[in-house]
């Protein structure tokens, strides 16, 4: 899609599209021209290892035949272990997610309201500069112990790791969720011979701003003392509810008018290729030629 070229990119991007929305054995391929082509690997080069994870798109003959071909050793990780063992899982992924969360607040906060793919590719150079950065490598293999290669940490760390996989001991309740219940209710158990009756928390502005005035009545009884604490802090809490509905308000107005936009785009979207491999530079040639045209 023409939307997905930004200015932004490099260039040398590679992007392309699976029928599944998995990797498989075309994609595994190309991406191993890339990693060839900008890796520096090479017939006359040094030989070098390429770690890899469990999928058999990884394992194709012509993968493994290109690998030799370009003096690179292909090593698969044990199965089930990545989580402990690849430098992208152990410490990468965890930087990316966190820049790219970043970038989507960031676009909230623009009034954005949706992540597109057009969005990702907006912000892919700036999570990826920000991401991949030497002391973040270097700390990701030291933390996977992939380098130096260290048998021991890998064994001290998988109590953790196993142990994150199980849930703590449920607590005793006081209070049991009714599936016949509506949302935003609570079933209390009961105490004592007595039952309590069902607590029906607020899910509107009006709803708060009743159950206030409820409470506000209630505060004549109180100490004088806690009467005028509690009238302060319901007068700032009514305040607040009043600012959070206009903010809603203005929130749904601004979605509208995106919505009707993205509607107007979509009418509008062009296709630079259907399906293959493409860079960004050649997507670019070919939207060009299109304009010229």
């Known amino acids: 899609m023409e939307s997905w070229i930004y200015e932004n990119l490099t260039g040398a991007e590679v992007t392309t599209i699976s029928p599944t929305g998995y990797t498989n054995e075309n994609i595994a391929l190309a991406w191993l021209n890339h990693f060839i082509k900008h890796g520096g690997a090479g017939p006359n080069t040094h030989w070098r ?13 012509d993968c493994i035949i290109k690998c030799h071909k370009n003096h690179i050793v292909p090593f698969q990780f044990p199965s089930h272990m990545t989580h402990v063992l690849q430098p992208l899982d152990v410490g990468v992924l965890c930087s990316c997610k966190h820049y790219h969360s970043k970038a989507i607040n960031n676009a909230l906060h623009s009034l954005e309201m949706e ?11 700036s999570i990826r500069k920000q991401t991949l950065q030497p002391y973040t490598i270097k700390h990701s293999f030291n933390n996977s ?33 009714n599936p016949e219940a509506s949302s935003g209710e609570t079933v209390v158990s009961k105490e004592g011979d007595g039952d309590l009756e069902l607590i029906k928390t607020p899910d509107s502005h009006f709803e708060c701003q009743k159950g206030m005035a409820e409470w506000i009545d209630r505060a004549e009884a109180f100490s004088r003392t806690s009467k005028e604490r509690f009238q302060q802090w319901a007068k700032v809490i009514e305040g607040c509810l009043a ?18 936009t993205e509607k107007c785009k979509a009418k509008s979207r062009r296709v630079i290729r259907k399906g293959g491999v493409i860079t960004i530079d050649e997507a670019r040639l070919k939207q060009y030629e299109k304009e010229v045209k």
């Open 115 to 125: 992540c597109t793919i057009s969005s990702f590719f907006c912000d892919l150079n």
């Open 145 to 177: 112990a992939m380098f130096p290669v260290s048998f021991k940490s890998v064994l001290k760390k998988m109590p953790y790791y196993n142990s994150k996989g199980k849930g703590t001991p449920e607590q005793p309740a006081t209070a049991i969720s």
């Open 49 to 61: 290892i390429l770690l890899l994870d469990g999928p058999s798109s990884h394992r194709q003959n």
């Open 243 to 260: 600012k959070a509905q206009l903010q809603e308000e203005t929130y749904h107005n601004v979605q509208t008018r995106i919505n009707d």
